[in-house]
DNA sequence: TAGTGGTCTAGACCACACA
DNA sequence: GTGTGGTCTAGACCACTAA
C-alpha cells in the first residue's frame, strides 16, 4: 500500500507545521494520496476502490473528507461512482474517448468511433517542435505513427501520432490498436488524463489530399493535440488533417 | 422576492408528496429557486447575495444544503463566491468573456479581446436554418449583424450574428458594443449562460476574402455558435469566419 | 438484507477581507 | 473585531444495487 503522510492531523485544532506551507485543506493532501495511487498503478483502471468508511479509517479523516477527495476526482473524470455499487477507477473504453476525446462528429450528430488504417510507423529523432511539446531530452528519440481514419466509408482523417519512444517501448512491434489510450493504460500503465487541442484551417498539400482522397488545396481543420498525463506529464502529440464536408467539430462552452 | 415552495420538508423523516416524482434532492430544488431569482433579475449581475445562514434561515434548510446549491451554481460560472467578501451573481466582463467564450488566441498565446467594426445591420425574416436554431414562429423576425474583429492590426474575423428580433427591441437603433453579451445582461436582462460551437475547414469566396484583405480561397474556421440563456433557450446564432495564420482555436479536453 | 454512495443536519473552527 | 465563505467532523437517514 502508497505510504502517505499529512501535513495536518485529522483534527484541524491539533494542525501543526502550517508556516512555512501555504494552506492545503485535509481533503486535497488525501487526493493527493489518491491521485500517487492511480499514478502508480495500485489502483488499475476498472478497479472497484474500498469504500468511503475503510478509506476515512485507513487515512484517519473522517468520511465526509474522504468524500470530498472522491468527488473532485470523479469531477476529473479519473474515477467513477455508482451509488449503491461502489466507486471505480476510471477506463478508457469507447465511450468514454468518445465523449472526452473525440470532439469530430458527423453532421447528422449520431457520434461514432472511427476505424483507423496505419500508413506508417518508424521511430527517429525529434525537430524542435516536438522536443519542446514532449519535454524531451536533447537527443531523445520518438516513435512516429501515421494512420488514416473514417467514419463511414470515406477517409475522413489524416492522423500522424508522435510518442516518445522511452514511455511506449516495442509498440512498433504489434499492431496499433483503434484505441491507443486505452493500450497506454493497460501495456504501459499511463492514463492520459486531459489533453489541449488547437485547432486552425489549412488547405491540404498534394501528398495529404492523396492520402485522403481529395483535390490538393482542400480546406481541412489541423488538429495539434498534446496529451498529458495524471502527472501533467506530456504523452503524445497528435496532428489530425481532418475533412469538414460531412462533420464538424463540437465544442461545448460553459 | 420570489415565491418558493420546496416538494419536501427541510427534514427527509418528515419527507411526502415523493411518490409521483423521481427523487429530487433538497439542495436541487433549492438550487431551482435560485436560478429562478437569477432569471427574473431579483438577483442582478453584480449584486452581492445574501449570506449563506441568511438564505438557510430564510428557506428553512440547513446551510450546507445552501452550500451545496450555491456551489454548483458557482462551478455553472453563473455566480463567483468570494472567501471572507461573499457570492456575487456574475458579471459577463471581458476578462470573464474572454475566458469562457472566445477560444480564438494568438499563437503567441496571449488572450486578447478584440476590436470589432459593424460593416453592416438589418432585420428581416428567418431563413429555415436560422428559424430552427433559435426556435422561432413561422414569421417571427430577426437582426443581423455582420462585423470585422481584429486582434491587431489585420482582420481576423468576419462574424455573422443573428438574434430573435423580439428578445432585443430597438438594439438597431444604437451603437452595437463590442461587447455584445454584456449589453444582453444590462439592457434585456439576459444571461448567456453557455454556447455550443461547431468548427469546420472552408474556402473563403470572393466577398468574405475582401472584407478580410485574402486572397478568395483561402481557407478560414467556420464557427457556427449557438448561445443559450439561463433558462436553455437560445438567444445568439453567430458564424465566425476566421483567419487561423497566426491565431488558432484552443479547447481543452478534460 | 447488507453494503454502497448520496443527502441532510448541526456545530465547531479556520482563512480571508475589510473597516 | 466582525462577518464572510471554506473546512472538518459526527451522526442519521435515504436511494440504489446485488446477493
Redesign the pocket.
Known sequence: MTEHKLE?A????Q?AG?EIL??R??????KAIFVRRLVEGVWAPGMA??????L?SEI?????????A??EL?AENLLV???????FVAEHDERRILFQFFKLVPDDGIPRFPDSRVIGIAGGGADPRERQALELGETEPVLRIRRIRSLGTSPLVLETIVLPARIVPGLEDGPVPNNLYSLFATRYGITVAHARERLKAVALDAEQAGHLGVAPGTPALAIDRIALSLDGSPVELRTSLCLTQEAHYLSDLR
Do not use: I
Not at 485543506?25 to 488525501?30: K, T
Not at 476502490?49 to 475503510?54: A, H, K, N, T
Open positions: 495536518f485529522a483534527r484541524p485544532d494542525a502550517a501555504g494552506f485543506p485535509l481533503y486535497r493532501q488525501v476502490l474500498p469504500s468511503e468508511g475503510q476515512a484517519g479523516v473522517s468520511q465526509g473528507t474522504v468524500r470530498k472522491l468527488d470523479a461512482r455508482r451509488q449503491g455499487r461502489g466507486t
